[in-house]
């Protein structure tokens, strides 16, 4: 049984029509040529439907306040992330996150509406990060950004600095999407980052290389190195050491502001027992 419905005709009678009629684009008039219908402009009548949906979904939700009333851009959903992380971390992952921002980011998307996104512009501006070439110094009165040619290794760096940064725009609007302030995150959730790009730097130091740098340092300053090199922790782990966090029984150190935001424990060598315990 074919699915009809009633439709005003050319001559204002009423006639039945079925649904595949309904797919087809509608004429204007009897001169006009139909519009072919490109998702953007133009609809179809199913298209049409489900903007619709999405309009009035984003209408409800804002009536209940899960989400934000009139435009809300890329640059508001990264001024509100900055503004939450400064809360919540210290002051250089917030710097760092700004310096990502507005040199990748916002020259970019900052203007587009959030709700105007898809996957296809998110991604085309992520492959255009991993392509451009690495920026050096420029003079002050330059009016263009300064670049050098791209090598293969280089390459590689690019495409893993645009991953750095899509992460970062991730997070920066997934704060928007659990906050209420958009209605969804599909678009940004299906955009990938470049496979096999990261390549840790593995360097060790040898026994007679760790002595000359231990000799080079100032007095004051030898015995913080000698604990970075027989604990593998960083500079700002051991300077926020107390002596609480050394524990004897089991000659272990407890380092309880990780750069993960979790405590780890760090089990210390003889060689660092004698330096920390004596």
Not at 53 to 75: C, F, I, K
Not at 90 to 114: C, K, M, T, W
Request: glycine share 4%; charged share 30%.
């Amino acid at each position: 049984m074919a699915i009809t419905e009633a439709r005003p005709q050319e001559h204002g009678s009423v006639g039945a029509i079925s649904a595949a009629d309904l797919t087809k684009p509608i004429l204007l008039d009897s001169r006009t040529t139909p519009l072919k219908p490109d998702e953007v402009k133009v609809l179809d009548y199913w298209q049409a439907q489900e903007a619709v949906r999405r309009w009035a979904e984003r209408n409800r939700l804002a009536d209940v306040g899960m989400t934000r009333r009139g435009p809300y851009s890329v640059s508001d959903a990264v001024r509100d992330y900055l503004e939450e992380i400064t809360a919540e971390k210290s002051a250089r992952p917030v710097r760092d996150a700004q310096y990502i921002f507005e040199n990748s980011v916002l020259p970019e998307l900052g203007h587009l509406l959030i709700k105007t996104l898809t996957t296809d512009r998110l991604v085309r501006w992520r492959n255009a990060l991993g392509a451009r070439p690495r920026g050096v110094r420029k003079k002050r009165t330059a009016s263009k950004r300064a670049t050098r040619a791209v090598a293969d290794e280089a390459r590689r760096k690019r495409k893993a600095t645009a991953n750095r940064s899509l992460t970062m725009l991730k997070a920066a609007l997934n704060r928007a999407f659990h906050g209420g302030r958009v209605a969804s995150d599909t678009a940004w959730r299906r955009v990938k980052p470049f496979a096999r790009v990261e390549k840790p730097v593995i360097r060790y130091l040898s026994t007679d290389e760790a002595r000359r740098l231990v000799n080079a340092c100032p007095q004051d300053f030898r015995r913080t190195v000698q604990a970075a090199l027989l604990t593998g922790c960083r500079y700002s782990e051991l300077a926020n050491l107390v002596c609480t966090d050394v524990n004897t029984d089991s000659d272990t150190l407890t380092i309880q502001q990780a750069k993960a935001g979790k405590p780890r424990h760090v089990v210390l060598t003889s060689e660092g027992r004698k330096l920390f315990i004596g």
